[in-house]
C-alpha cells in the first residue's frame, strides 16, 4: 500500500495559525502533528514586576474572544494572593460577565467556524449564501453576548471594567432590566441553534476520555470550585501543579499539558458535560435530552451540540441573575498589597484555564504561570487523529483531510492562546 501522508500548512477556520502533518505506511498510523508555529508571546514574561492591579487588563490581551476568562483566573488567583473576599452581588455580577463570553464565543464557534464542516462547505460565506437568515439570527445572537460583556465589562472586545476585588463602575438594575428583552429571545435562538446542530451527521466515533473541568458543588462551572476528572481527581487548585505538567515537544511552539499519573485528557465542553449535566438548567437538559445527547457524551464531533446547550444555559443563567440583580453598595473590595501565592482555575469557553501568581509585599508580581485550554487539550487533539485516521484510513485523501481538519475543530483550539511559554528546550539527538 506505501505511504500516504496528509499535510495541511495552514488550518482554516481555528483562531491562530497551525497546521497538521499524519502519515500512514501500510495502511498504519506512523505519525501524528499537530504543528503552532505561531511564535512564543511572553504573556508570563510581561506581567513581571507590573503591579497586582495590571494583571486583568494585561492578561485580557491574551484572547480577543475569551478575555473574561483571562482576567477571570487573574483576578481569582490575585485575590487569593492578596486574603481579598468578594461579595455575593460582584460573585453575580462576574458570572453574568461569563454568560456573555459563553454566548458570543460558542456561537461564534458553532456558526462560523465548525458548523461548515458538517454542511460540506468550505467556510460561512457558503453558508450565508444558502441560508442568510439563518446566519442573520446567529450573528444577532452573538451580539446579545457581546452585548453583556459591553454593559457589565465596560466594552466588547478587551473589557476595561474588570477590577481585582471587582468592577470599577458596577452596573445599574435598570442597565441590566433594558438588557433582559434580548437575553430572553436569545434564550429561544439558542434552542433553535440546538436543534439545528443536532440534526448533522456525525462520524461514528468515541473515545475513553477523561474530562477534566472546574468542579462546584452546586453550579455548572464558571469560575470557582475545584479542579475534578472523571477518572475521581478532585483537588483544590493549589494542588493543579502537583498533578499537572506541561512537556515540551520538537514540533510545536506550544506545550503539551499531561495528567502526571495517567497522561492526556480532554477539558472544554464535553467534560463540562460529563461532569456537571445535572447542573445545567432544567431548560437546557431538556434541549441537551432533546437533541439526542446521553449524560455522558464521548464523540467529540458532538461537541457542537454541547457547545449550543452551554448557549441555552448561558441565556438562562443570564436571565435568572438579571432578575435577581442587587447593586452592589460597593464596585469592589477593598484590596492592601501584600507578598503572597495565588492559584485559580475557571472555565474559558474552550476547557479549564488555570493562572498561578508570585507577589512581593508591595503587590508586584514576581512569577506568572498560565496554561491555557488549547495547550491542555492538544495532546489529546493528537490522540483523536490518530486514532480517527486509523478507522478512517479507507478514506481518500481529501476526505480524510476534511475529516481530520473538522476533528481538530471539535476543541475550538485558539492556537495564539497556547503558545504563551517562556522557555524552549529540544533535544534532537
Not at 445572537?141 to 452585548?147: P, R, S, T, Y
Amino acid at each position: 500500500m506505501g505511504t500516504r501522508t496528509i499535510k495541511v500548512d495552514y488550518l482554516a477556520r481555528v483562531e491562530g495559525e497551525g497546521a497538521m502533518r499524519i502519515q500512514l505506511r501500510d495502511g498504519q498510523v506512523t505519525d501524528v502533528q499537530l504543528k503552532i508555529f505561531e511564535p512564543p508571546r511572553f504573556f508570563e514574561a510581561f506581567l513581571q514586576g507590573r503591579r497586582y492591579s495590571e494583571a486583568p487588563d494585561i492578561t485580557a490581551r491574551i484572547c480577543g474572544i475569551c478575555p473574561v476568562a483571562y482576567q477571570m483566573s487573574s483576578v481569582h488567583a490575585m485575590e487569593r494572593a492578596l486574603g481579598v473576599t468578594i461579595t455575593p452581588e460582584i460573585r453575580e455580577l462576574r458570572r453574568l460577565l461569563y454568560c456573555g463570553e459563553w454566548i458570543e464565543s460558542h456561537t461564534l464557534h458553532v456558526v462560523m467556524l465548525h458548523a461548515p464542516d458538517f454542511l460540506g462547505l468550505p467556510s460561512a460565506i457558503e453558508l450565508a449564501e444558502q441560508n442568510a437568515d439563518l446566519v442573520q439570527r446567529m450573528l444577532q445572537l452573538k451580539k446579545v453576548g457581546n452585548d453583556i460583556v459591553a454593559l457589565v465589562g465596560g466594552r466588547e472586545i478587551h473589557p476595561i471594567n474588570v477590577r481585582v476585588g471587582g468592577f470599577y463602575r458596577a452596573p445599574e438594575a435598570a442597565e441590566l432590566q433594558a438588557l433582559r428583552p434580548r437575553v430572553a429571545w436569545a434564550r429561544d435562538v439558542a434552542l433553535e441553534l440546538t436543534e439545528w446542530v443536532s440534526g448533522f451527521a456525525f462520524p461514528t466515533f468515541e473515545q475513553p476520555y477523561e474530562f477534566v473541568s472546574v468542579s462546584h458543588p452546586d453550579e455548572y462551572p464558571f469560575n470557582e470550585g475545584h479542579v475534578a476528572s472523571s477518572e475521581g481527581l478532585d483537588i483544590d487548585v493549589a494542588d493543579y501543579e502537583a498533578h499537572f505538567e506541561e512537556q515540551h515537544v520538537a514540533h510545536s511552539n506550544a506545550l503539551h499539558s499531561v495528567l502526571k499519573a495517567r497522561g492526556s485528557y480532554m477539558t472544554g465542553p464535553l467534560a463540562r458535560y460529563a461532569l456537571h449535566h445535572d447542573k445545567l438548567s432544567p431548560l437546557a437538559r431538556e434541549a441537551a435530552h432533546r437533541a439526542g445527547l446521553e449524560p455522558v457524551c464521548r464523540n467529540p464531533f458532538r461537541s457542537i451540540i454541547v457547545r449550543a446547550v452551554e448557549v441555552v444555559f448561558a441565556c438562562e443563567e443570564a436571565l435568572r441573575i438579571i432578575d435577581g440583580y442587587r447593586e452592589p453598595a460597593e464596585p469592589a473590595a477593598t484590596v492592601v498589597p501584600r507578598s503572597g501565592r495565588g492559584m485559580a482555575a475557571t472555565e474559558a469557553p474552550r476547557g479549564l484555564l488555570y493562572h498561578r501568581y508570585e507577589l512581593d509585599e508591595e503587590g508586584l508580581i514576581t512569577e506568572a504561570r498560565i496554561v491555557p485550554p488549547t495547550s491542555q487539550n492538544q495532546k489529546k487533539i493528537e490522540d483523536d487523529l490518530r486514532a480517527f485516521v486509523g478507522q478512517y484510513v479507507h478514506l481518500d485523501d481529501t476526505a480524510l483531510q476534511w475529516q481530520c481538519e473538522q476533528a481538530i475543530r471539535n476543541y475550538d483550539p485558539c492556537i495564539s492562546c497556547a503558545t504563551h511559554f517562556l522557555k524552549l528546550e529540544v533535544d534532537r539527538g
